[in-house]
């Protein structure tokens, strides 16, 4: 884990708190280490919607409930600024996404499956 990393600060976090079309939260440990974060950001088309954009957990970080947590601080919000739907997008191998996302009672939707040909 030798990366350099910036620590996670209210100036750093105030560009995304004044954006009107997003919300984000960080955390980090009593050293101001970036743990994780997660991100909602409004449907152009549904105003009463959100769509979930990153939530993200330090590898070394994971299996402590810190997603889950974020999950429960992302719905906490919609509700409390009258948003009806969160939309979730999952990676398939993600298990452990999937798994918090189905426990909250988010229903799964058709893959989508991206084909590219090759030049």
């Not at 152009?44 to 994971?62: K, M």
């Amino acid at each position: 884990m030798g990366e350099k990393l910036t620590p996670v600060t209210p100036a750093r976090i105030r560009p995304f708190e004044d954006r009107d079309d997003q919300a984000t939260v960080a955390v980090g440990n009593p050293c101001t280490r970036y743990v994780a974060e997660s991100s909602l950001f409004r449907s152009s088309e549904l105003p009463d919607v959100l769509c979930q954009g990153i939530i993200g957990t330090r590898r070394a970080y994971r299996g402590r409930g810190i997603a889950l947590a974020l999950r429960l601080r992302t719905i906490g919000s919609a509700r409390s600024h009258g948003k009806r739907e969160i939309r979730a997008w999952n990676d398939t191998p993600n298990a452990a996404m999937l798994a918090i996302n189905t426990a909250l009672g988010f229903v799964r939707q058709p893959a989508w499956i991206t084909y590219e040909k090759s030049p």
